[in-house]
């Protein structure tokens, strides 16, 4: 064992003041995506689609690729198709739509909100159709056809207009404006194989399609990779807002139309000796580079910011099976990981100045693939993983975000510089509400050891004058609470549970309180409570009046 896992008990007094605003406590947390938009029509993943509907007082964003490729509807690893656009022996173009009608009829069933990422090219309209899929993973010089620019931007243009018409017509004009309509994914790197400016034209054309069909749809993008200082991805972001503020629609000759800015952030885990170590700051550092960005176009100050993948790492089909550095995916490590990068995401969300409205988590479900086999995911065949329960937790909390205070936290702008390495992160991210407060509390560490669990000591103080008793609950992501993936372990890591079994760890799967709710009394306007907190756990502590 790395010599990181020793060390006393450590003491860590949080302070959190219920009277001291720092701003809404905006729901980023209510944002997933995944590669396999035909896994939404499986039956796990129509499950998963209500869990997520379920969490969250607030509406649930849903993003997917390969919404308009070209296939047979069949999922693989990195892959999926709708085959919506084809075209007839005289080059005319024809429209199916009954595999994109049962991924976004499943929305609707689950009651979530799509965010349209209008992608990738459909085969009959790529300028290089051929090969057009090659099953993943693909081979350094391997090119698709679906990445490639269309043969003709007036019929792209027109597919994003058809798309957005039937989905109008089939949901309602009202509902499909409250959707996200994102043009592409990274067209920053092999995702799209044309050059910035071709992609501005792409994004001309789609969202003049979106427009026209529904005029007051949201419409924005890049969906660029992370940025750093002086990158690749950040040069495209700035050139894309450049076209967006100052150039002139290649559909229409007009504006640029751009409704919210998306980009991506994303963390580096390595394996350093005998564990994983997470890379949080790259993560962070992502998030910090590009809101600079934006911040350099005022008239995009009060534009929506959408990460719209944000996470450990870059590919969630990649298991740690394969790739041993995603073995944080199944255990505490993901959700404390999670958390962290949660209050830190807020904090620079007020440093900068920017209007973060999500935080989008690229992990959903895989199907026909071993039970904990290490893929990004919220669940495993059905069953619940840990990560899943921290969004359970930030959905129990609302209102304002409120000031707090840890002895044992570790400085932003030391997590921006080297990550989580030396002490842990004991820290807090509260809210205050009507008639309710929350504080979610995690001991986090960047390196996947054993280490000594904290002594918390919280007090909450500032409650409304009325409050004389309060209800706490105390809910657990720990070893023992709110964790399928350690009852799995003690049964024998079975791949062929039982139904007793199953049910016992579907059971387990859910979000836990660590003990019964409490009633307690308010002294001099303050609650204490004391706690342990292990190592890579996260609590949250519920009180109602």
């Given at each position: 064992?790395?010599?990181?896992?020793?060390?006393?008990?450590?003491?860590?007094?949080?302070?959190?003041?219920?009277?001291?605003?720092?701003?809404?406590?905006?729901?980023?947390?209510?944002?997933?995506?995944?590669?396999?938009?035909?896994?939404?029509?499986?039956?796990?993943?129509?499950?998963?689609?209500?869990?997520?509907?379920?969490?969250?007082?607030?509406?649930?964003?849903?993003?997917?690729?390969?919404?308009?490729?070209?296939?047979?509807?069949?999922?693989?690893?990195?892959?999926?198709?709708?085959?919506?656009?084809?075209?007839?022996?005289?080059?005319?173009?024809?429209?199916?739509?009954?595999?994109?009608?049962?991924?976004?009829?499943?929305?609707?069933?689950?009651?979530?909100?799509?965010?349209?990422?209008?992608?990738?090219?459909?085969?009959?309209?790529?300028?290089?159709?051929?090969?057009?899929?090659?099953?993943?993973?693909?081979?350094?010089?391997?090119?698709?056809?679906?990445?490639?620019?269309?043969?003709?931007?007036?019929?792209?243009?027109?597919?994003?207009?058809?798309?957005?018409?039937?989905?109008?017509?089939?949901?309602?004009?009202?509902?499909?404006?409250?959707?996200?309509?994102?043009?592409?994914?990274?067209?920053d790197i092999f995702y799209w194989r044309g050059t910035q400016e071709e992609y501005?034209?792409?994004?001309?054309?789609?969202?003049?399609?979106?427009?026209?069909?529904?005029?007051?749809?949201?419409?924005?993008?890049?969906?660029?990779?992370?940025?750093?200082?002086?990158?690749?991805?950040?040069?495209?972001?700035?050139?894309?807002?450049?076209?967006?503020?100052?150039?002139?629609?290649?559909?229409?000759?007009?504006?640029?139309?751009?409704?919210?800015?998306?980009?991506?952030?994303?963390?580096?885990?390595?394996?350093?000796?005998?564990?994983?170590?997470?890379?949080?700051?790259?993560?962070?550092?992502?998030?910090?580079?590009?809101?600079?960005?934006?911040?350099?176009?005022?008239?995009?100050?009060?534009?929506?910011?959408?990460?719209?993948?944000?996470?450990?790492?870059?590919?969630?089909?990649?298991?740690?099976?394969?790739?041993?550095?995603?073995?944080?995916?199944?255990?505490?490590?993901?959700?404390?990981?999670?958390?962290?990068?949660?209050?830190?995401?807020?904090?620079?969300?007020?440093?900068?100045?920017?209007?973060?409205?999500?935080?989008?988590?690229?992990?959903?479900?895989?199907?026909?693939?071993?039970?904990?086999?290490?893929?990004?995911?919220?669940?495993?065949?059905?069953?619940?993983?840990?990560?899943?329960?921290?969004?359970?937790?930030?959905?129990?909390?609302?209102?304002?975000?409120?000031?707090?205070?840890?002895?044992?936290?570790?400085?932003?702008?030391?997590?921006?510089?080297?990550?989580?390495?030396?002490?842990?992160?004991?820290?807090?991210?509260?809210?205050?509400?009507?008639?309710?407060?929350?504080?979610?509390?995690?001991?986090?560490?960047?390196?996947?050891?054993?280490?000594?669990?904290?002594?918390?000591?919280?007090?909450?103080?500032?409650?409304?004058?009325?409050?004389?008793?309060?209800?706490?609950?105390?809910?657990?992501?720990?070893?023992?609470?709110?964790?399928?993936?350690?009852?799995?372990?003690?049964?024998?890591?079975?791949?062929?549970?039982?139904?007793?079994?199953?049910?016992?760890?579907?059971?387990?799967?859910?979000?836990?309180?660590?003990?019964?709710?409490?009633?307690?009394?308010?002294?001099?306007?303050?609650?204490?409570?004391?706690?342990?907190?292990?190592?890579?756990?996260?609590?949250?502590?519920?009180?109602?009046?």
């Amino acid at each position: 064992m790395s010599g990181l896992a020793c060390g006393a008990q450590i003491q860590a007094r949080v302070s959190v003041d219920l009277a001291a605003s720092e701003g809404p406590y905006t729901p980023i947390y209510s944002w997933f995506g995944y590669d396999e938009s035909n896994y939404t029509t499986t039956k796990n993943g129509q499950a998963l689609l209500r869990e997520l509907h379920d969490l969250s007082p607030v509406p649930v964003h849903i993003r997917a690729h390969f919404l308009l490729a070209s296939g047979n509807g069949k999922p693989e690893l990195k892959w999926s198709s709708s085959n919506v656009y084809t075209e007839d022996a005289k080059g005319n173009p024809v429209y199916s739509w009954t595999i994109l009608d049962g991924i976004f009829d499943a929305y609707a069933a689950a009651g979530v909100r799509p965010m349209v990422e209008l992608g990738f090219m459909p085969e009959a309209l790529s300028s290089h159709p051929e090969p057009y899929h090659i099953p993943w993973p693909t081979k350094p010089g391997d090119v698709e056809g679906w990445s490639f620019p269309p043969k003709d931007y007036a019929r792209w243009g027109e597919l994003a207009y058809q798309v957005a018409a039937h989905m109008a017509a089939r949901y309602g004009k009202d509902t499909v404006a409250t959707w996200y309509w994102e043009v592409w994914n990274e067209p920053d790197i092999f995702y799209w194989r044309g050059t910035q400016e071709e992609y501005n034209k792409l994004y001309d054309y789609a969202v003049a399609g979106v427009k026209k069909a529904i005029p007051n749809a949201r419409v924005g993008g890049p969906a660029t990779t992370g940025p750093v200082p002086g990158s690749h991805s950040g040069q495209f972001l700035e050139a894309f807002l450049l076209h967006c503020a100052n150039g002139k629609s290649a559909a229409t000759g007009g504006p640029v139309p751009l409704d919210f800015i998306s980009f991506h952030a994303k963390g580096s885990p390595i394996i350093v000796g005998d564990h994983v170590q997470m890379g949080l700051n790259h993560e962070l550092e992502n998030a910090a580079t590009g809101f600079e960005i934006v911040r350099k176009f005022p008239q995009f100050a009060k534009l929506p910011v959408i990460l719209s993948e944000a996470d450990p790492e870059g590919c969630a089909a990649c298991s740690s099976r394969k790739y041993p550095h995603n073995a944080y995916r199944n255990g505490t490590l993901y959700p404390s990981y999670t958390a962290t990068a949660m209050k830190a995401l807020f904090e620079l969300k007020d440093r900068y100045q920017v209007d973060l409205i999500g935080m989008l988590t690229w992990a959903f479900e895989f199907e026909d693939q071993p039970y904990f086999d290490g893929f990004r995911a919220l669940s495993t065949n059905g069953i619940d993983k840990p990560v899943l329960n921290i969004f359970r937790m930030a959905g129990l909390m609302a209102g304002n975000r409120v000031k707090v205070e840890s002895s044992g936290s570790v400085p932003l702008d030391d997590i921006l510089k080297t990550g989580v390495r030396q002490q842990p992160d004991v820290d807090a991210l509260a809210t205050v509400g009507n008639g309710q407060a929350a504080v979610m509390i995690w001991n986090y560490h960047d390196d996947d050891v054993a280490g000594p669990s904290a002594d918390v000591d919280l007090q909450v103080k500032g409650f409304a004058a009325a409050a004389h008793r309060v209800l706490v609950e105390h809910y657990g992501i720990d070893d023992t609470h709110s964790n399928a993936y350690s009852a799995w372990k003690r049964m024998g890591s079975p791949q062929d549970p039982t139904p007793e079994q199953y049910a016992q760890l579907q059971a387990a799967g859910g979000l836990q309180l660590e003990g019964p709710p409490q009633w307690m009394d308010v002294n001099s306007d303050s609650v204490r409570l004391n706690f342990s907190l292990p190592r890579q756990a996260v609590s949250l502590v519920r009180f109602s009046w």
